[in-house]
């Protein structure tokens, strides 16, 4: 059993910054690839972030580039996503995900275990 359990979320005003923090229990941590998806009510899962097993690289999409930073702890079997300057635009249902293959991607059918998902609502 893989389990993944997030924690970090809320509500901040806009400007702000939160921490996400997902816990990896059950499997191979620092082998895997792990990911940031986000899905907002009416739209589309969508990618934010990833980090390769050693965390030597990380990927991004353009929305979030410069605002927000994924890490990783291997010894706490611990994956991260530092989010500053939050924007409106941000609010969505913020889910952790781990790919067991060798492969760095940001394809959501690519990840194999996901956690249940953290609220992250930004107002005015």
């Known amino acids: 059993q893989v389990q993944l359990v997030e924690s970090g979320g809320g509500l901040v005003q806009a400007g702000g910054s939160l921490r996400l923090a997902c816990a990896v229990s059950?499997?191979?941590?620092?082998?895997?690839?792990m990911g940031w998806f986000r899905q907002a009510p009416g739209k589309e899962r969508e990618f934010v972030a990833a980090?390769?097993?050693?965390?030597?690289?990380?990927r991004y999409v353009e929305a979030v580039k410069g605002r927000f930073t994924i890490s990783r702890d291997n010894a706490e079997n611990t994956a991260y996503l530092q989010m500053n300057n939050l924007k409106l635009d941000d609010t969505a249902k913020y889910s952790c995900?781990?790919?067991?293959?060798?492969?760095?991607?940001?394809?959501?059918?690519?990840?194999?275990?996901w956690g249940q998902g953290t609220q992250v609502t930004v107002s005015s």
């Open positions: 980090i390769s097993p050693g965390g030597t690289r990380t």
């Open positions: 995900a781990a790919r067991a293959k060798v492969g760095f991607t940001s394809a959501a059918s690519d990840y194999d275990y």
């Open positions: 059950g499997g191979t941590f620092s082998s895997y690839v």
